[in-house]
């Protein structure tokens, strides 16, 4: 089955940092969707992005479907991004996980 | 309701008991997946509904696992002759149709003494 791989598996990061988080996945792919899991478990959507680049926010994503990868950015980090973000690519109809990136920002 | 919900937030119970977990997905949504995760882990798909149906139970991890969708909207997932290892948070997303974006709910973290 498709692979998903991010790295890093943790970062730290001082309130005010920028940081780029990185998704590697094996296979081509109809769907791919970052989310973030706050330290309450729950799972919010940030971006649909099978291809291209959007923005919201502070928060950016590009993915580069020919060449299998998917990049977060977080601009100018608080406290509250704190958490586990996760990339998650379709495998029809199942969306496959990657192990995450948990980030720390300290104040 | 705006968001996928899920019932009870929290549920322990003793190893060897019956239980339900349900689901009530976005108005509208006919895609229904429910996941589960594991401490450290990404989520894992277990099992996905199309209206009524179930068009995909390939990751129910064995027999004791079931999820019913009787009317295409909430949803129940069951499991009986629980053991420890079946502790963990059961997640619930759904979608417009398939192909589209999920949309998750809090979850049910589930604790087997």
């Known amino acids: 089955g498709i692979q998903v791989e991010q790295s890093p598996p943790d970062l730290i990061l001082q309130e005010g940092a920028n940081s780029t988080l990185r998704c590697n996945f094996s296979d081509s792919v109809n769907n791919l969707q970052w989310f973030h899991q706050n330290p309450w478990g729950q799972l919010i959507n940030l971006f649909y992005?099978?291809?291209g680049t959007k923005q919201n926010g502070r928060l950016s994503a590009t993915t580069v479907a020919t060449e299998r990868y998917s990049l977060l950015y977080i601009s100018s980090s608080q406290t509250t991004d704190s958490g586990v973000y996760f990339c998650a690519v379709e495998s029809w109809p199942q969306l496959v996980f990657g192990k995450g990136t948990k980030l720390t920002v300290n104040p | 309701g705006a968001g996928v919900s899920q019932t009870p937030s929290n549920k322990v119970t003793e190893k060897g008991k019956y239980v339900e977990l349900r689901c009530d997905p976005i108005s509208g949504h006919t895609a229904l997946y429910w996941y589960r995760q594991s401490l450290g882990q990404g989520p894992e798909f277990l099992i996905y509904f199309q209206g009524t149906g179930a068009a995909d139970d390939s990751g129910l991890p064995n027999d004791r696992f079931f999820a019913v969708r009787p009317e295409g909207s909430v949803s129940t997932l069951k499991i009986q002759r629980t053991e420890r290892g079946d502790s963990a948070v059961y997640l619930c997303?759904?979608?417009?149709?398939?192909?589209?974006?999920?949309?998750f709910g809090d979850g049910t973290r589930l604790s087997i003494l």
């Open positions: 992005i099978p291809s």
């Open positions: 997303a759904s979608s417009q149709q398939g192909n589209q974006p999920q949309h």
